[in-house]
């Protein structure tokens, strides 16, 4: 509790800070044209946006920002091994772009709470970033909160120059309200300086790369059951240890992770025409042990490549925009060679000393695809039309070692989207927006589990668990056809500084054919917000 409170007070303190300082007596350079406007929509208008450089932000020359609150609902069968049946959502969020004469700031807020009903299996949050989870089988309600302030800026030095910065901050919370009942606190922050260099055909950049992450899981029993309550350390792969909720031996697991690493840009601009490339380079490390009494419980090491183009061309009353991504990591996890031994020169204080690792889980993850899309533009911010359509493949491979038996996986599939959306200008200060969009995917030859025992080899029982390895295996790549649509109403507001208000209804329905079959997912969500 005391953990929480203090990622509230942060929060709140630096929440704080962002309103005090937002009175700046510098007037923005630009409010733009019109106000019917999204957030992707700001960054398609400038490369750089997208990029991981916060030096890019000096090449925004507009001043816009929104506030909203949204409600959502989900259920079904077709889920994650950590998804719930049904999931309630409620989200606070505001963003600003804004640019004065030499300096650009971009500012992002967001508080966001998640109550769930049956859920298993999400001892970790965001299980995402590591391969080292914790969990339980039992299900139960849980409720999730999240804070998250985003604070960056640029500086325009002159000679072509410019410098910026940007700061990502993220507080979590969780907590299973059935035995064993675990408590979860999250925290991650990253920190970007970068530079640029900008001439009238070649654009640069160089930025470097900062990530740490802290989290720490704690299971007990409150109830008056007197039957053990077991939670599982997963060492990847779904390979467990076991350890007893609440008991003397539970090692209340803490993880602790840094990465390292920069990014490259390169775009050519010539008149309409623009070809921005990014190229990433991270390496992170992940250390799990016990806050009881600081054994290692394994490690993490994962190396990752990425790049980013982007072609954007302007013709007359059409913007093109194409984006090009390629992915590609390398991960590792270790167990520890160790030993508890006495400190020297003393007889009653012990510790652990570490010997050395060993390889368990090895493998890498690789995905690529394209996006592609088109707006028939009325103005700078207003698209009567936008065409929207992409790709993506994806492919993992893992082995995990019990030597001298290999157990390995494959995972394969492919995903292809289209979306459209109408803008209709329903009086002169009004607007609708019309949205379908549609998703297919599709599993490839891929396998869930398989065993390499040398022959004549005598295999022993292993702990894991096959049955979460096929659902997991099932749930990524089944056949299944999920179509969304959303409806977005739009009213410019009679002031003096330009606002409007809009109100957004999503929904969308996932139907499985194979892998999962007549497996479903459903949700909706409502919005409304202030755009200024």
Request: glycine fraction near 8%.
């Amino acid at each position: 509790m005391i953990e929480i409170m203090r990622m509230k007070s942060i929060y709140f303190t630096l929440l704080s800070l962002t309103v005090c300082a937002a009175p700046l007596t510098a007037q923005p350079t630009s409010e733009g044209k019109g106000h019917n406007y999204t957030p992707d929509r700001i960054q398609s208008k400038s490369n750089w946006l997208s990029g991981e450089n916060p030096a890019g932000l000096i090449t925004n020359y507009i001043t816009k920002s929104y506030a909203q609150a949204s409600y959502g609902y989900q259920s079904g069968t077709y889920r994650s091994i950590t998804e719930a049946p049904s999931l309630n959502r409620f989200d606070l969020k505001t963003e600003s772009y804004k640019r004065f004469d030499r300096f650009s700031v971009y500012g992002r807020l967001e508080y966001l709470n998640d109550r769930a009903k049956d859920r298993t299996w999400f001892g970790s949050m965001h299980p995402e970033k590591t391969s080292l989870i914790v969990g339980d089988s039992i299900s139960g309600q849980s409720r999730e909160e999240y804070y998250m302030l985003d604070g960056g800026f640029a500086y325009e030095m002159g000679k072509g120059f410019s410098i910026g910065a940007m700061i990502n901050y993220e507080g979590a919370s969780m907590a299973k309200r059935k035995d064993p009942r675990n408590e979860n606190y999250f925290m991650n922050m990253r920190i970007r300086p970068g530079i640029t260099y900008r001439s009238q055909v070649v654009n640069a950049g160089l930025n470097f790369d900062f990530d740490r992450f802290t989290q720490s899981v704690n299971y007990n029993n409150y109830g008056t059951n007197e039957k053990a309550t077991y939670y599982f350390v997963i060492d990847g792969l779904w390979f467990y240890r076991a350890f007893v909720a609440g008991s003397t031996n539970s090692p209340e697991p803490r993880h602790t992770g840094m990465t390292y690493g920069g990014s490259g840009q390169i775009e050519l601009s010539i008149s309409n025409f623009k070809f921005f490339n990014q190229l990433s380079v991270t390496y992170g490390t992940i250390d799990r042990y016990s806050r009881k009494n600081v054994e290692m419980m394994g490690s993490e090491e994962n190396l990752n490549y990425k790049y980013l183009g982007i072609l954007s061309y302007s013709s007359g009353s059409m913007d093109h925009l194409l984006k090009l991504k390629y992915n590609y990591s390398d991960i590792m996890t270790f167990s520890n060679i160790q030993r508890l031994e006495y400190i020297l020169g003393s007889m009653s204080t012990q510790q652990w000393y570490q010997y050395g690792k060993i390889l368990k889980l090895s493998g890498n993850n690789k995905s690529f695809g394209a996006d592609y899309s088109l707006y028939l533009q009325r103005n700078d911010w207003s698209s009567s039309w936008i065409v929207q359509i992409g790709f993506e493949s994806y492919e993992r491979s893992l082995e995990y070692n019990i030597v001298p038996i290999l157990y390995s996986q494959q995972i394969k599939f492919n995903q292809i989207n289209f979306g459209i959306t109408k803008n209709i200008i329903t009086c002169q200060k009004s607007f609708l927006d019309l949205n379908l969009n549609a998703n297919y995917f599709t599993g490839g030859n891929g396998y869930p589990f398989k065993e390499n025992i040398p022959q004549g080899l005598t295999m022993n029982q292993v702990s894991v668990f096959t049955d979460l390895i096929q659902k997991e295996y099932d749930y990524l790549t089944s056949d299944r056809f999920v179509i969304g649509g959303k409806v977005r109403f739009t009213h410019e507001l009679p002031t003096r500084i330009p606002m409007s208000i809009y109100a957004e209804a999503k929904a969308h329905y996932t139907s499985v054919s194979s892998g999962m079959p007549d497996a479903f997912r459903r949700g909706i969500v409502g919005t409304i917000g202030l755009n200024f």
